[in-house]
């Protein structure tokens, strides 16, 4: 797991949306760990702040052709080039101070606001990055556009960008999402419109901040009018930019792969809140974070007679948890271990520690539908025996985390007694 960031230092800007015309001035500030990224109108009484979320994104109908969060009366329109820039950097917490209703538009792509974080400088917080693992492919389609989006193990982006008679030929373009080549690749694309469409945005009154160097116009035959383009494919990157923007607003790095043909922000949209949708669904928290055995058999493969938990307390997913083992003189291995003085085995408690552990690492979304195998047990103490009638309490914790390696450490107890600890380390792997 990464580390969550933020920028080092505040950065200040300005310049005019591309859809109001309206100057605005910016200033990006540090926030610590959990925060998001949060919009604040400094101009408006009390400078309300508006937090980047699926909540908050008003709807594509209501202002179209960009991406703009309100709450109440406060909004911001056309924030998707600085989410894109955002999520290209991995920059998760944020304060962006701004004193009118749309971002500067600055060269119409995300280019310069690589460059104001860049210089503000970046810097990893306390708290774990935590990724949306997709589990279910999600398909959504309009008016001759989709989008596909299926379970991956990193980001990835293919776009299709096809206008028929209006460009001479597709435009295509296929990238595993990465900060290096995001900048190189992604970033500099700037947006762009037909040539026939730029008086009708006008009537609108869209576009009034929009000149021939912050947006590329394609005539008839896709050239583009007064301005070179970047790449001999600009507007499909530009695509990518946006959608990688209009993404970010889960608030969370996505783990999957994206197959777009000619989507806009109004489908975005509506795959952000499909996607928000299937991560509650998903989800297994509770209020009091309470795992029962059905639940925990729909993480860990173990069934009788070798599921040693039965219920997880307390749960900090891919951190910590607590979970309970009731010893009863039912349980198998007594017949056994031993006839006349029933003792439950060692290798069984650390076994049940250890699935404790499996709980708490898969049930995260990085590693959900995953196993988790033994690889090695260190510095393994038993204390005291454990008999019939005790109540085995089960602490682990991570230690560490790398790629597929899990490093636990716990501890089990009887009537707040350590009885047995262990730490051990798993295989992360495919199901």
């Not at 920028?7 to 990006?28: A, D, Q």
């Not at 009537?203 to 790449?231: C, H, P, S, W």
């Given at each position: 797991?990464?580390?969550?960031?933020?920028?080092?230092?505040?950065?200040?800007?300005?310049?005019?949306?591309?859809?109001?015309?309206?100057?605005?001035?910016?200033?990006?500030?540090?926030?610590?760990?959990?925060?998001?990224?949060?919009?604040?109108?400094?101009?408006?009484?009390?400078?309300?702040?508006?937090?980047?979320?699926?909540?908050?994104m008003v709807p594509a109908e209501k202002m179209p052709r960009r991406t703009s969060i309100e709450n109440g009366a406060a909004c911001v329109q056309t924030v998707e080039h600085l989410m894109a820039a955002l999520s290209g950097l991995g920059v998760d917490n944020l304060y962006v101070e701004v004193d009118s209703n749309e971002l500067p538009g600055l060269d119409g792509s995300s280019l310069n606001f690589v460059e104001f974080i860049a210089q503000a400088g970046i810097k990893e917080l306390d708290k774990e990055r935590e990724a949306f693992f997709i589990k279910e492919p999600i398909k959504i389609e309009e008016g001759g556009a989709?989008?596909?989006?299926?379970?991956?193990?990193?980001?990835?982006?293919?776009?299709?960008?096809?206008?028929?008679?209006?460009?001479?030929?597709?435009?295509?373009?296929?990238?595993?999402?990465?900060?290096?080549?995001?900048?190189?690749?992604?970033?500099?694309?700037?947006?762009?419109?037909?040539?026939?469409?730029?008086?009708?945005?006008?009537?609108?009154?869209?576009?009034?901040?929009?000149?021939?160097?912050?947006?590329?116009?394609?005539?008839?035959?896709?050239?583009?009018?007064?301005?070179?383009?970047?790449?001999?494919?600009?507007?499909?990157?530009?695509?990518?930019?946006?959608?990688?923007?209009?993404?970010?607003?889960?608030?969370a790095p996505l783990?999957?792969?994206?197959?777009?043909?000619?989507?806009?922000?109004?489908?975005?949209?509506?795959?952000?809140?499909?996607?928000?949708?299937?991560?509650?669904?998903?989800?297994?928290?509770?209020?009091?974070s309470v795992l029962e055995v059905t639940d925990i058999m729909k993480i860990i493969p173990h069934r009788e007679p070798f599921l040693f938990v039965d219920r997880i307390t307390k749960i900090e997913y891919g951190k910590r948890a607590t979970g309970i083992k009731n010893v009863t003189i039912n349980d198998y291995f007594f017949k056994g271990h031993f006839p006349g003085r029933p003792v439950m085995p060692g290798v069984i408690i650390v076994e049940a520690m250890a699935q404790v552990g499996a709980?708490?690492?898969?049930?995260?979304?990085?590693?959900?539908?995953?196993?988790?195998?033994?690889?090695?047990?260190?510095?393994?103490?038993?204390?005291?025996?454990?008999?019939?009638?005790?109540?085995?309490?089960?602490?682990?914790?991570?230690?560490?985390v790398k790629s597929k390696i899990g490093q636990v450490r716990g501890k089990a107890l009887v009537d707040g007694k350590v009885v047995a600890e262990a730490d051990f380390?798993?295989?992360?792997v495919e199901n």
């Open positions: 797991m990464s580390k969550q960031k933020t920028i080092l230092k505040e950065i200040s800007f300005s310049g005019v949306g591309l859809h109001t015309g309206n100057k605005s001035n910016v200033t990006l500030k540090p926030a610590k760990s959990g925060t998001g990224i949060i919009f604040v109108r400094k101009d408006l009484s009390g400078s309300p702040q508006i937090k980047a979320c699926v909540e908050n989709s989008i596909v989006i299926e379970p991956a193990s990193e980001f990835k982006i293919s776009y299709t960008l096809d206008y028929a008679k209006s460009l001479p030929a597709k435009e295509f373009i296929e990238l595993a999402v990465n900060p290096e080549n995001f900048q190189k690749e992604i970033a500099p694309a700037r947006t762009f419109c037909l040539e026939s469409e730029s008086a009708e945005l006008k009537r609108q009154g869209l576009g009034l901040g929009a000149n021939y160097e912050n947006t590329l116009v394609l005539d008839k035959a896709g050239q583009v009018i007064k301005n070179k383009v970047r790449f001999p494919d600009e507007a499909v990157r530009h695509k990518v930019l946006d959608l990688m923007g209009d993404l970010f607003f889960l608030g783990k999957a792969q994206i197959k777009a043909l000619k989507s806009g922000h109004s489908l975005n949209l509506k795959l952000v809140r499909k996607l928000a949708e299937q991560r509650k669904n998903n989800s297994m928290k509770t209020e009091s709980v708490m690492l898969l049930a995260s979304e990085e590693y959900k539908g995953k196993l988790a195998f033994f690889m090695s047990i260190d510095n393994v103490k038993f204390r005291k025996p454990v008999v019939p009638g005790d109540q085995l309490v089960f602490e682990v914790e991570t230690v560490k380390v798993c295989a992360l």
